[in-house]
């Protein structure tokens, strides 16, 4: 089981979260799109690990958050495919993280081949964060 949160942990991801809209699509694993500050994210659990991250910036444990940057998969100069990253950030020690958050259902062959090149290519190993069931 996760940690516990702090009631004012709680009335902050509440206000955070108080302006999402719900983007009307599911995708093809049943998840809802959600919309919170300009972005849609691809399930419920992506706009709460979001708002976790705002938290965690807000409160200076990182530093530097993107959402969605885009990675060009590029083999002897040929581009090979683009992988996104949910979310970017540096952490305590100013070292980049990169965050995927994944059901069992979306780790597909094609992003674990992503992940495998994202290691194989730039040294960058993806952070798996694993959506609660429901």
Same mark, same amino acid.
């Given at each position: 089981?996760? =940690? =516990?949160? /702090?009631? !004012? +942990? *709680?009335? !902050?991801?509440?206000?955070? /979260?108080?302006? *999402?809209?719900?983007?009307?699509?599911?995708?093809?694993?049943?998840a809802v799109r959600m919309r919170?500050?300009?972005? /849609?994210f691809?399930?419920?659990? +992506?706009?709460?690990?979001?708002?976790?991250l705002k938290l965690m910036q807000y409160g200076g444990g990182i530093g530097e958050l993107l959402v969605h940057r885009p990675f060009e998969l590029i083999v002897n100069g040929i581009v090979i495919s683009k992988y996104i990253a949910d979310f970017c950030y540096t952490g305590a020690d100013g070292k980049w993280v990169i965050e995927d958050v994944k059901s069992v259902p979306t780790r597909t062959p094609s992003?674990?081949?992503k992940k495998r090149l994202m290691l194989a290519l730039y040294g960058i190993e993806i952070q798996e964060i694993m959506a609660c069931p429901k």
């Open positions: 089981m996760g =940690r =516990r949160w /702090t009631a !004012h +942990e *709680v009335a !902050h991801l509440r206000r955070a /979260t108080a302006g *999402v809209k719900d983007a009307g699509r599911r995708n093809k694993y049943g919170s500050d300009g972005y /849609t691809d399930s419920k659990a +992506e706009l709460a690990r979001y708002a976790q992003y674990r081949l």
